[in-house]
């Protein structure tokens, strides 16, 4: 239960692509267009990996992926999965943050990533580390990331004892850039008094 209105709703991958903007991998016109959720085509990468984590998870298409590969992935999911995409919140301030997990087990939630190239300790700092919190109430205690880059299967577990206070701090700081990018903000649903 949320102990007072957001002043903002939040998720995870926006928080990750104002990441990208303040280490200026984008531009202040594509992170608006991005809060605005402009459509845009999705990329092949992107198509890719939602249909790998349909393969992976649910069977849909795997023949169209290294059946080794998807074996290692599988064997790394939670058992037994209790539930596949599931909602969660989580609020920080007058921040609520929001978005959905892949896979829930019945202590351990699995996100799965795809990636060219993968470096260790890539999702230390990642915004959906605000999920374990989230998900305490169910019984979750740990986050497992279950990437892969088409060649290998890798992990890396995360549990309540994480600090996110760079993410904390990180999800202040884009608040306060809404703020002032308030005028150039036409989709309103990031704005907590829009509900």
């Given at each position: 239960m949320l102990s007072a209105d957001p002043k903002y709703r939040l998720y995870p991958?926006?928080?990750?692509?104002?990441?990208?903007?303040?280490?200026?991998?984008?531009?202040?016109?594509?992170?608006?267009?991005?809060?605005?959720?402009?459509?845009?085509?999705?990329?092949?990468?992107?198509?890719?990996?939602?249909?790998?984590?349909?393969?992976?998870?649910?069977?849909?298409?795997e023949e169209d992926y290294d059946y080794r590969i998807l074996a290692k992935v599988r064997a790394l999911l939670p058992r037994p999965m209790v539930k596949t995409q599931v909602y969660c919140e989580y609020q920080l301030e007058n921040i609520l943050l929001y978005g959905y997990v892949d896979v829930i087990g019945k202590m351990m939630a699995a996100d799965i990533k795809t990636t060219a190239r993968y470096t260790p300790g890539s999702y230390l700092q990642s915004h959906q580390n605000f999920y374990l919190p989230a998900l305490r109430s169910k019984g979750i205690r740990m986050l497992r990331y279950i990437i892969t880059d088409f060649e290998d299967v890798y992990a890396e577990e995360?549990?309540?004892?994480?600090?996110?206070?760079f993410q904390e701090e990180q999800a202040r700081r884009f608040c306060e850039f809404l703020d002032l990018a308030r005028p150039d903000i036409t989709d309103q649903r990031i704005f907590g008094s829009y509900l």
């Open positions: 991958t926006l928080l990750n692509t104002y990441d990208r903007f303040e280490k200026g991998l984008i531009t202040q016109e594509e992170l608006v267009a991005r809060i605005n959720r402009l459509p845009s085509t999705p990329t092949e990468a992107q198509i890719k990996g939602t249909s790998f984590e349909d393969a992976a998870i649910k069977g849909i298409g995360y549990d309540h004892t994480i600090d996110l206070t």
